[in-house]
């Protein structure tokens, strides 16, 4: 996919997209309305090659994929844009049956409805924007191992994967990307909580949005 100065990319998601990004009184594409993480790392090359691409990060701290669904008119679709990236799953399960409040979170069925019904929106409104779908992903430690994350995420991530298929320009395989990369430092290095990335583990997100994204 090549990404252009015309370009305006919007980043969907959680607390792993928005990364402590300032909401008022930050100018749009600016570091503070960036946030901290992955996203920041991605905006800074792409403005690095191309001067006048847009970036805006709107992921909340929190949501799962129903909260996507509250917010989608407005943080989505009426930005209008060109590249829309989407990385949402972890609290779906974290919520719900990790807390062992079933009730808080997403059952896989809702999950896979839920999500692929905003995509077919956004396909419809949006005819020309180009879907990146990033697998939701834990690494084995801290709260992952505390709680029940398991198998319930690995199941959530095999429905994305499959939603990705169906929809995505490009799929983004964040759980392969940390397992990789476990194999060369202890997990709690890439994200000490199992579900929230280090400084490194933000870099290699965005190293691994840019390969899938500029390669497709």
């Not at 749009?28 to 991605?42: H, K, M, P, Q």
């Not at 779906?92 to 905003?118: C, I, M, N, Q, S």
């Not at 991530?157 to 929809?167: F, K, N, P, S, T």
Request: glycine share 8%; hydrophobic share 45%.
């Amino acid at each position: 996919m090549r990404l252009t100065a015309d370009d305006m990319l919007v980043f969907q998601g959680d607390s792993i997209t928005d990364v402590g990004r300032q909401r008022a009184g930050a100018a749009e594409s600016s570091a503070e309305a960036l946030g901290r993480g992955y996203v920041l790392s991605v905006a800074g090359r792409l403005q690095m090659d191309q001067p006048g691409a847009a970036v805006h990060n709107r992921g909340v701290s929190g949501n799962r994929v129903t909260d996507l669904r509250d917010r989608w008119a407005e943080d989505c679709l009426a930005l209008e844009p060109t590249v829309l990236s989407v990385l949402i799953g972890v609290n779906d399960t974290w919520h719900g049956t990790a807390k062992g409040t079933p009730e808080l979170g997403t059952p896989l069925e809702t999950f896979d409805r839920v999500y692929r019904e905003l995509l077919e929106e956004t396909r419809s409104r949006l005819p020309a924007v180009r879907l990146v779908i990033g697998e939701p992903f834990v690494l084995a430690c801290g709260a992952v191992l505390e709680m029940a994350f398991q198998p319930e995420m690995g199941q959530r991530a095999e429905l994305v994967r499959g939603i990705a298929a169906d929809y995505a320009d490009v799929f983004v395989p964040y759980q392969s990307v940390f397992d990789a990369a476990a194999e060369r430092a202890a997990p709690e290095y890439w994200a000490a909580d199992g579900v929230h990335p280090s400084v490194a583990g933000h870099r290699l997100m965005a190293d691994a949005w840019w390969a899938a994204v500029t390669e497709a």
